[in-house]
């Protein structure tokens, strides 16, 4: 039994959230959307910026929507990496000195369990409490920063037995948005016109979906279609963002069914930003549905894009495992990995 309070600033949403016994009670993200809108990207040092206007405010909404105060929570769980160090060290150090004010044990968590987490969220207190029985499972967490496929054997234990080569499934979308002229970040808005399109239209490369391993690789994609569509033009924006989709999705779908049969796991975990795709999301069901295959569990739609929700859920997990720290042995790591 425990209350804790989820902190996460790891790229460009400042957010805070409050998990009681593995169920969440409150979730507030101050997004930054707009801003980076206006570049095209993430600048890091406004990104910084503006989680240090943000996380004093964010924290308190997300307190006082679980109606606490700091004082009834167990622990503090941040994210420490991996992520930009800026924008980190905003969240981490804000924690430090909560910790160390109101003398509370905190968590140093990684961003990348936080996402593999969040796929179990609604049977949270469940699972947590059983994790080992749905041992050997895979994660696949797709998002902007990161595509990797990773084998849990044991709680806690994670080895990355595939990764991008280049750009993340996330990058891609949004890279292929822009060559598109798809608002900033372009992943929504491109699924919403694939919606209208027809995948088979065209052919784009599926890199790698031949080579006997479970790494990816997108940037052949980005670049067919840049050539595509100075040779094109005119080519239909709605076929062509569906033919984008289908070649990304295809590659997901069959690099996780191959690394699940590998490994035998029982059940796979899907989270990240692109998880909220909904054609990927309705093919990696549809390639599971025999009753021999492992059991999907994707993280709800709203806990697909950072939050803290997941951050307070990897925190609690490690709380009742016994893994807190002290605020002193805490730092911010870019480069941090499972
Ligand atoms: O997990 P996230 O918020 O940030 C990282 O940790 O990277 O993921 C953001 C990424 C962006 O690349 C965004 O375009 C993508 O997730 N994304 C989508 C969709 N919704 C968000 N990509 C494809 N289809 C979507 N529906
Ligand atoms: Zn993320």
Redesign the pocket.
Known sequence: MATILGIETS?DETAAAVVINGVIKSNVVASQIKIHAKTGGVVPEVAARMHVEKIIPVIEKALKSAKLKIENCDALAVTIGPGLLGSLLVGTETAKALAYVFKKPIIGTNHLEG?IVSAIAEQFPIFSSQFSKILPALALIV????TELVLIKKLFDYEVIGQTQDDAA??A??KIAKLLSLPY????HL?KLAEKGNSKMFNFPRGMINENNFDFSFSGLKTAVLYFLKKHPKANRADVSASVQEAIVEVLVQKTLSAARHHSVKIIFMG???S??KYLRAQIAQSLRSHKSPKLMIAPQGLT??NAAMIALSGYLRFMAGKTDNWYNIKANPSLGL
């Open positions: 790229c996402h998002s902007g920063g990161h996330g990058e979308f949004d970040p372009g992943g929504p699924a990240g930003g692109v909220a795709n894009t950072d």
